[in-house]
């Protein structure tokens, strides 16, 4: 079946510094990827979207780029604020394969200090 | 448009109570999904309903969950002899199938239940 890996958290970084969360998928059709962000005490956010090869996916000074050759879908920020503070969740739907299900991976915990 | 509502949001219940928990979706969206969430985990699914008809169910879905969707609007998610492992986040979610795609889901803030 369809599976997201990212990476392990939690990610403890100084303000100002550049982040990569990476994540990888499998999935047996060509699914559209996604980045969800959790702020604490709040639901699940779309933080952006990228639906086939090569698209690059961005929102708030985030980025993604759906890289199909190596089955990936990479969160990047080159400058983080204590405001990113939140889970990050990558996110897979596999609509060509007949499932309205988003498959999401655990989640990476970012903590951004002054 | 108040957003997707979920209600309770918490909810503390004693093993093998019944609990049910509401999802009241975006008045518009059509599709409706449920998942459930433990700590250290991300969302798994579970059920997703197109107006009233229950399309797609995970096999996490066991003989004592139960979900409904009546005239397609509002929810309900029934879990039956709870046990010590359904404590989680459900999250419930909606979406407007104007394209047949995931991108317009919005989830709700969740009811998390506690079974003590």
Do not use: H, N, R
């Given at each position: 079946g369809d599976s997201v890996t990212q990476m392990e958290g939690p990610?403890?970084?100084?303000e100002e510094a550049c982040l990569t969360i990476n994540c990888t998928y499998t999935?047996?059709?060509?699914?559209?990827?996604?980045?969800?962000?959790?702020?604490?005490?709040e639901g699940l956010q779309l933080l952006l979207k990228a639906t086939k090869a090569d698209d690059k996916g961005s929102n708030k000074g985030f980025e993604a780029t759906y890289r199909k050759e190596t089955t990936s879908f990479h969160l990047e920020?080159?400058?983080?604020?204590?405001?990113?503070?939140?889970?990050?969740?990558?996110?897979?739907?596999?609509?060509e394969a007949g499932s309205y299900q988003?498959?999401?991976?655990?989640?990476?915990k970012l903590s951004v200090i002054p | 448009?108040?957003?997707?509502?979920?209600?309770?949001r918490h909810k503390i219940t004693k093993r093998g109570q019944n609990v049910t928990f509401r999802c009241d979706p975006i008045s518009e969206h059509n599709r409706l999904y449920w998942y459930r969430q433990?700590?250290?985990?991300?969302?798994e699914f579970l059920t997703y309903f197109q107006n009233e008809a229950q399309l797609e169910k995970s096999r996490l879905l066991s003989d004592r969950f139960s979900a409904e969707r009546p005239k397609g609007s509002f929810s309900t998610l029934e879990i039956q002899r709870t046990e010590q492992g359904d404590s989680a986040m459900y999250l419930c979610a909606s979406s407007l199938d104007s394209t047949g795609s995931s991108y317009g889901y919005t989830f709700g803030s969740g009811t998390r239940l506690t079974v003590v």
């Open positions: 990610v403890t970084l100084s999935a047996t059709g060509y699914p559209s990827l996604f980045w969800y962000v959790q702020y604490p005490g920020k080159g400058s983080v604020q204590v405001s990113d503070s939140a889970v990050y969740f990558c996110a897979l739907s596999d609509e988003l498959t999401f991976g655990k989640g990476t | 448009d108040t957003g997707v509502s979920q209600d309770p433990t700590l250290g985990q991300g969302p």
